[in-house]
């Protein structure tokens, strides 16, 4: 039976092989930064308030000038596609469904301009900078000509970090076939056929036309690796802020004066986020991080937080505590790792039916009405 976020995580683990689940699963480092995102959370508590009419509730609110059924969206993964065959497109109809935004990674297989034709206005694009600048650009260009709403620029990755589950395990794309693998793939063979039957490594969608012409999904894999962590300063932000007409969000942001900086490049909106705990394993969690940033620049942009989100109760408390939309990660692809478009549904069903319950307990009928008045440590926040 599924009912939780972790019934369908257990799902995926079964699915995956073990390498790619731990890629998955893991973080930086002593990965305390993960365990440290769910207790974050579990450190608040919620106060109930009975006696009211809560039969009309409603999960919807605006973000960056859009109505959308639900308070969460799907954060970027790369390589989904590789997760799942046609993973981003699961995604993509999944985020329709629901009226919620699915932010495409800079690294997915499904070729952006074809996730843009398949929903226009839906998606937002994420960017990763490459350090060949001119690709970036030119990734930003055919974008923003696809007529994806939003940009998100992922700041939280200016040096690869030590995972060390991936180190150990020898994980790396393209992936090395070796016998530890190949025993990896054999003990799981719903994902290896499934692999096998689409060829094999899928391409990087967006980044092929990059490579040498007529290069191989695993030479493409290669090509990207090397143009990653470029130095990306603030400059560089500017200069995507002046050719980009849509919304603008920067994504990694933990410290207050990162986020005042945000505002000052003419940013939309910010993604308060560790990176799912992947890039600096002792970082402040965002949850613990978003109080200061609130009072710092709440009001003025539009503030979104990822990392940790495994309940609804999750996404309320981050709500009450004065973000004002938050994205799941890994909740969601567990979900679409487990059974495709039909469990990535699965998943934002329990996240929405969770929410919904706890806001009944809280006597909120809105998302407007989520506030501190709802937590038992009264946060400096008021909506
Ligand atoms: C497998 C995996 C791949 C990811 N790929 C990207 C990516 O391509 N771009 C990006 O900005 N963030 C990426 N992230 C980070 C997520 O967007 C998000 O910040 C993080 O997963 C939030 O934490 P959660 O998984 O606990 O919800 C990735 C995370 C995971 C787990």
């Known amino acids: ?215 191989s999904a695993s030479q493409i894999a290669t090509f990207q690796f090397a143009q990653k962590y470029p130095t990306q300063t603030w400059a560089d932000i500017d200069a995507y802020r002046a050719m980009w007409p849509g919304k603008l969000v920067i994504k990694g942001l933990l410290h207050p004066k990162d986020a005042q900086r945000a505002l000052d490049c003419g940013a939309d909106g910010i993604v308060i986020s560790n990176h799912g705990a992947r890039q600096l394993d002792r970082a402040l969690t965002p949850l613990e991080a978003l109080p200061a940033i609130r009072a710092q620049i709440g009001g003025k942009l539009a503030l979104m937080l990822d990392g940790g989100i495994r309940r609804g109760a999750d996404i309320a408390i981050a709500l009450a505590l004065g973000a004002d939309f938050v994205f799941a990660g890994r909740a969601i692809l567990y979900g679409v790792i487990a059974a495709g478009e039909a469990g990535a549904n699965l998943a934002v069903d329990i996240l929405s039916d969770e929410l919904s319950r706890v806001m009944a307990q809280l006597g909120a009928n809105t998302i407007a009405d989520l506030g501190s008045d709802s937590l038992a440590v009264a946060a400096p926040v008021s909506r």
Do not use: C
């Open 1 to 215: 039976m599924i009912l939780t976020i972790d019934d369908l995580r257990k799902r995926a683990r079964r699915r995956l092989p073990r390498i790619l689940f731990d890629w998955v699963e893991g973080g930086a480092e002593d990965e305390v930064g993960v365990e440290r995102a769910r207790r974050s959370f579990e450190a608040h508590r919620l106060v109930p308030r009975y006696g009211l009419d809560m039969s009309g509730r409603r999960l919807g609110t605006t973000l960056l000038g859009r109505e959308y059924s639900l308070p969460f969206g799907i954060s970027p993964t790369g390589y989904t596609g590789l997760l799942r065959p046609g993973g981003e497109h699961h995604l993509l109809r999944v985020a329709d469904r629901s009226n919620i935004p699915y932010v495409l990674s800079g690294v997915s297989v499904a070729p952006l301009e074809q996730i843009a034709a398949a929903s226009p206005g839906r998606a937002w694009f994420q960017l990763y900078p490459a350090r060949d600048v001119r690709i970036s650009r030119d990734i930003a260009r055919r974008a923003r000509d696809a007529g994806f709403p939003t940009l998100v620029l992922t700041a939280d990755m200016p040096v690869e970090a030590k995972r060390e589950r991936d180190i150990r395990n020898g994980f790396t794309l393209p992936l090395r076939y070796t016998p530890s693998l190949l025993w990896d793939g054999v003990s799981h063979p719903a994902w290896t056929l499934a692999y096998l039957r689409n060829g094999g490594l899928p391409p990087l969608g967006s980044w092929a036309q990059y490579a040498e012409p007529g290069a």
